[in-house]
């Protein structure tokens, strides 16, 4: 369970998670498919999200959202920023480590990443995301 790294001025250590070889996949959280509006509960994530959409605009036609793990590449755009960032960038200053990292829950709604635990992201029109933990 540990791996070592030697360089010519130091030794590191790593503590590797304890599974068998190959079953990484296995152990990922599924993704959650739910329609706009609706709710998910997500025993995986210990989430349970709401997505409403305002009372004043006609419901979106077989719009869907997909409650998932982060994956690396994923761009986020912040509230109040002028560009969308990487997610490992945004966990980094989260200061988010280790397998709470790996199953960092994203919601996205046609390739965009529109809700992030813990992260205030730009808000989506018409769609309002109330979140609360099992």
Same mark, same amino acid.
């Given at each position: 369970?540990?791996?070592?790294?030697?360089?010519?001025?130091?030794?590191?250590?790593?503590?590797?998670?304890?599974?068998?070889?190959?079953?990484? $996949?296995?152990?990922? /959280?599924? *993704?959650?498919? #739910?329609?706009?509006?609706?709710?998910?509960?997500?025993?995986?994530?210990? +989430? @349970?999200?709401?997505?409403?959409?305002?009372? $004043?605009?006609?419901? /979106?036609? *077989?719009?869907? #959202?997909?409650?998932?793990?982060?994956?690396?590449?994923?761009?986020?755009? +912040? @509230?109040?920023?002028?560009?969308?960032?990487?997610?490992?960038?945004?966990?980094?200053?989260?200061? #988010?480590?280790?397998?709470?990292?790996?199953?960092?829950?994203?919601?996205? +709604?046609?390739?965009?990443?529109?809700?992030?635990?813990?992260?205030?992201?730009?808000?989506?029109?018409?769609?309002?995301?109330?979140?609360?933990?099992?």
């Amino acid at each position: 369970g540990i791996r070592a790294e030697r360089t010519a001025r130091e030794m590191r250590l790593a503590v590797l998670p304890v599974a068998p070889a190959g079953s990484i $996949a296995a152990e990922l /959280p599924p *993704a959650y498919k #739910v329609a706009i509006p609706g709710e998910v509960v997500a025993p995986a994530f210990g +989430l @349970r999200l709401r997505i409403e959409v305002a009372e $004043a605009d006609k419901p /979106p036609e *077989a719009q869907f #959202v997909t409650l998932r793990n982060w994956r690396p590449g994923d761009r986020v755009r +912040l @509230r109040y920023s002028s560009a969308p960032h990487k997610v490992k960038e945004v966990l980094e200053r989260l200061k #988010v480590t280790g397998s709470s990292r790996t199953f960092w829950p994203v919601l996205e +709604l046609d390739g965009h990443i529109i809700w992030m635990q813990g992260v205030e992201v730009e808000p989506v029109p018409r769609i309002h995301i109330i979140s609360s933990s099992l």
